[in-house]
């Protein structure tokens, strides 16, 4: 991934760095419905309507993401067919609307009618089988189902980028080390896997309380995070919510789907080259390293100079860019929504 950032006039120096997170924001918060449930479609009408910027006066919604099954413990029916369950393309749509679908295991749980028993693998891969089969998509998320211990370490194997859950980590970080907090530091997660705690509610009561005081802590914070998750909707608690993150966090967090925060991350710790010429600063990512299930690969750069910018030129790799030229934030973007 190449491009250049032509100056206005010749510059002195002329520097850039990734941002920390995504488009220079403070922190960021992640929310998923889990089981294929439909009430992601009533959050989607709301989440639509709201919006952080890209720190270049452009909005961009906010997201989530759904946690989807492959068949019924029950009758083996295929949860993506079933009318009672978000299906293969409502999941779709989903994507088209820049969220995530995130694997909860080909078969919910290890016993009833039809289970694959404590195989975790075997659930894992047999369902990013299905969902590349059925919609073209390759997922890069877990959440555990239920309480069952090994998915977390089974995730990692496959080749995800992390998992979630209220209290099975396998003793992997960020979860898995004794300092749980609803509200923690980005920097306690590893890069290249992490295992995330989450609050859940199917009480939205008790999920507007807990979320909204959440709030209250992370926009007093740098660089954290926390995540939350439900089955169901409580649809004027979920706007009552929703309102209220926009208005306290005021353009400074992410509402934004884990997949995408952590592929961010990975994306900034890629071998970058920056050239100087005249008055033009080049820039080249080295993508080499990438796994090919990376869907996102957004960078946003700080840059610095005594020398305004005047435009960004994109030559390989690169769908499109933004810039804001009083702040000097440079966003680049790529991203892969089909996959064979
Ligand atoms: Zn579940």
């Keep these: 991934m190449k491009f250049e950032i032509l100056f206005h006039t010749l510059p002195a120096k002329a520097t850039a760095k990734p941002a920390k997170l995504k488009y220079n924001k403070n922190g960021w918060v992640s929310e998923e419905w889990d ?56 999941m779709k749509q989903l994507i088209a609307a820049g969220w995530d679908i995130e694997n909860h295991s080909y078969y919910h749980e290890p016993y009833n009618n039809f289970n694959f028993g404590n195989d975790r693998a075997k659930n894992i891969i047999a369902l990013d089988t299905l969902i590349l089969k059925k919609i073209n998509y390759k997922m890069h998320g877990l959440v555990v189902p239920s309480d069952h211990s090994g998915f977390p370490k089974a995730a990692k194997e496959a080749g995800y980028i992390f998992s979630t859950s209220q209290g099975t980590f396998d003793g992997l970080p960020p979860g898995g080390v004794p300092v749980y907090k609803d509200v923690q530091d980005f920097d306690l997660a590893p890069i290249t896997f992490s295992s995330f705690n989450r609050m859940f509610y199917d009480n939205w009561t008790e999920m507007e309380n807990n979320v909204k005081k959440a709030i209250d802590i992370i926009v007093q914070k740098n660089h954290h995070y926390f995540r939350f998750a439900s089955h169901g909707i409580d649809e004027a608690a979920y706007n009552r919510i929703i309102d209220y993150f926009e208005t306290k966090t005021n353009d400074k967090i992410l509402f934004i789907p884990t997949r995408e925060i952590m592929e961010y991350r990975l994306m900034a710790s890629l071998p970058i080259s920056y050239q100087l010429s005249h008055d033009r600063l080049v820039i080249e990512i080295n993508t080499a390293s990438l796994p090919a299930r990376c869907r996102w690969k957004d960078l946003s750069f700080i840059v610095s100079s005594d020398a305004q910018i005047k435009s960004i030129t994109l030559i390989n790799g690169i769908d499109r860019a933004t810039f804001n030229a009083q702040t000097s934030l440079v966003n680049i973007f790529k991203q892969i929504t089909s996959w064979n």
């Design 35 to 90: 089981d294929n449930s439909l009430s992601a479609l009533k959050a989607l009408e709301k989440l639509k309507t709201k919006f952080y910027t890209d720190g270049c006066d452009n909005k961009i919604a906010y997201t989530a993401a759904i946690a989807v099954n492959g068949r019924s413990n029950y009758n083996n029916e295929e949860i993506g067919l079933s009318v009672n369950n978000i299906n293969y393309t409502q």
